[in-house]
């Protein structure tokens, strides 16, 4: 009877002996676990789908209802908040696991000839990737999500000539609202995964059509006239089928990487929402989740005579150039060994983006919204005019920006020893008129009121004398 099934279903559709020619496939021997990078990004995209589809069943996408449906899911229904947390530690996984996979192809040479196709599809799926976890963070809908759509319409909106079409495009208006939401909705949730769908299968068909690159050797250079015999006598000699030689690692690596998600996303939740979504409040400040931080710092460190022109052109100027890298050199060494500019591009991308990284996670250019009051020990009174004016210090936002003793924040000087620097004069002046990136004060503040901050900033010494 299941005999019967069997040589029925594989009459019919020819989809049983399709899958195990698939699964018995020779590939090259020696395919170690640098391979298995390709595996994990499908296999987190898949537990974005099953997480995404979980989260969509209660998510509403419109303005008024977004945030609140958030909250429902993360308090009050059943894994609601493990759905989140799987969603948002998923994609982190698939972004570096794309990443690294990108890497390893690019170090060892695998993206050249036949399969230049194969690394031009892979840069679309990590376009795809790095458009899906922006616009998921958009459809959070905080206070954070909401600016990163208006920032990123600005940004749009700098291109020259379909600049204003653009933003209009990504915004579904004038203005942030509504159409916004469901814009990205859409694109999120529909547009997208199809085109990662339909890239997916197209890049995996390249895989099969041309197998996997055979682990380089230094010296043995790629030559298109030969290059195909080579590989196929290389397999007919030694190739291992792909079930169960080879796959075997992908699974282990893929579960263990399953694993330490659904690890994180027990122990450490979804992120947090921001505040609901406020557009009077004009000074909050987007930070993305941690896979886009760097960029963010890349923009806000950016001299603001290049800004425009940086901000378009850069990231078209590396698309062009991840897309064009596989036809400007297709053959020859594959070894990194001997590819000293491959691994030295690498390793500076690496450290680049590292760097901003680092600098978007500190992100000194902004006002720090929360600073510690200042203790009555820093302050060095406890009444008068110090005091009152440490007070003032505080309430009045400078804490925000200016470090005292390690406390506060790094928009401006740290004005721990300003006593030594400036006199009440200048003093005066500045907190009166202002300063390139700090507000004047002469009509918040009182005369008695900058008097009393200035005793305080003139107390500020240096304390080795
Ligand atoms: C939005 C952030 C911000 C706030 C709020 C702010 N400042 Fe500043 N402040 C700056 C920046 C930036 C500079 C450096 C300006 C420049 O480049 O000349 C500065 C410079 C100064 C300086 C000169 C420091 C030096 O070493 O030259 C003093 C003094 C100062 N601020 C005092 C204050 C006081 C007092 C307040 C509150 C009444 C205040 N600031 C509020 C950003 C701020």
Redesign the pocket.
């Known amino acids: 009877m299941v005999e019967k099934i069997y040589q029925w279903l594989e009459d019919r559709t020819g989809l049983i002996s399709l899958i195990g020619k698939v699964a018995k496939h020779p590939v090259p021997s020696g395919a170690r676990w640098w391979y298995v990078f390709g595996s994990a990004t499908l296999c987190a995209f898949i537990i974005q789908v099953a997480s995404g589809i979980a989260l969509a069943l209660y998510y509403i996408p419109s303005a008024d209802e977004a945030y609140v449906t958030l909250q429902t899911i993360t308090q009050s229904t059943t894994f609601g908040a493990f759905a989140r947390a799987l969603h948002y530690y998923g994609a982190s996984a698939m972004v570096l696991m794309v990443g690294i996979h990108m890497a390893q192809v690019f170090l060892q040479g695998s993206y050249k000839f036949p399969r230049e196709m194969n690394w031009l599809t892979g840069v679309l799926l990590l376009g795809f990737t790095l458009l899906m976890g922006f616009t998921g963070q958009i459809l959070r809908w905080d206070q954070n999500a909401v600016w990163t759509a208006v920032v990123a319409a600005k940004q749009a909106s700098r291109a020259p000539l379909v600049g204003g079409w653009l933003s209009t495009l990504i915004l579904g208006g004038p203005t942030v609202g509504g159409s916004t939401l469901s814009r990205i909705f859409v694109v999120h949730v529909f547009l997208i995964p199809a085109l990662v769908f339909a890239f997916v299968g197209l890049h995996l068909l390249l895989v099969l059509r041309h197998g996997i690159s055979e682990p380089p050797q230094p010296g043995k250079k790629v030559n298109p006239q030969t290059y195909r015999k080579e590989y196929e006598a290389a397999l007919k000699k030694d190739g291992v089928p792909f079930w169960p030689d080879a796959i075997w690692r992908d699974m282990v690596f893929a579960a263990a990487m399953t694993i330490g998600i659904v690890i994180l996303a027990f122990v450490f939740g979804p992120p947090e929402l921001g505040h609901p979504p406020d557009p009077s409040l004009i000074d909050a400040n987007p930070r993305p989740d941690w896979y886009l931080i760097w960029y963010f710092a890349v923009l806000a460190l950016l001299p603001h005579g290049i800004e425009n022109f940086f901000m378009i052109f850069a990231p078209l100027f590396a698309g062009i150039l991840l897309i064009l890298f596989p036809f400007i050199s297709n053959h020859g060494e594959r070894s990194p060994s001997r590819r000293p500019w491959a691994v030295a591009v690498v390793i500076m991308v690496v450290v680049m983006i590292g760097a901003f990284w680092l600098a978007g996670v500190k992100s000194d250019w902004s006002?720090n919204f929360d600073p510690k009051p200042l203790s009555v020990e820093v302050i060095g009174a406890d009444s008068g005019p110090i005091f009152k004016g440490a007070h003032?210090?505080e309430v009045?936002?400078?804490l925000?920006?200016?470090l005292i003793e390690g406390d506060g924040?790094r928009?401006?000087?740290d004005?721990s020893e300003?006593g030594d620097?400036?006199s009440a004069n200048q003093?005066l002046l500045?907190?009166s008129n202002g300063?390139?990136?700090?507000?004047s004060?002469a009509s918040t503040?009182t005369p008695t009121e900058i008097d009393e901050?200035i005793a305080f900033?003139r107390s500020r010494h240096s304390r080795v004398k």
Not at 435 to 439: E, G, H, L, T
């Open positions: 006002p003032l210090f009045k936002g400078c925000n920006c200016h924040g928009r401006g000087p004005l300003v620097k400036l003093m500045l907190i300063a390139p990136n700090m507000p004060y503040l901050i900033l």
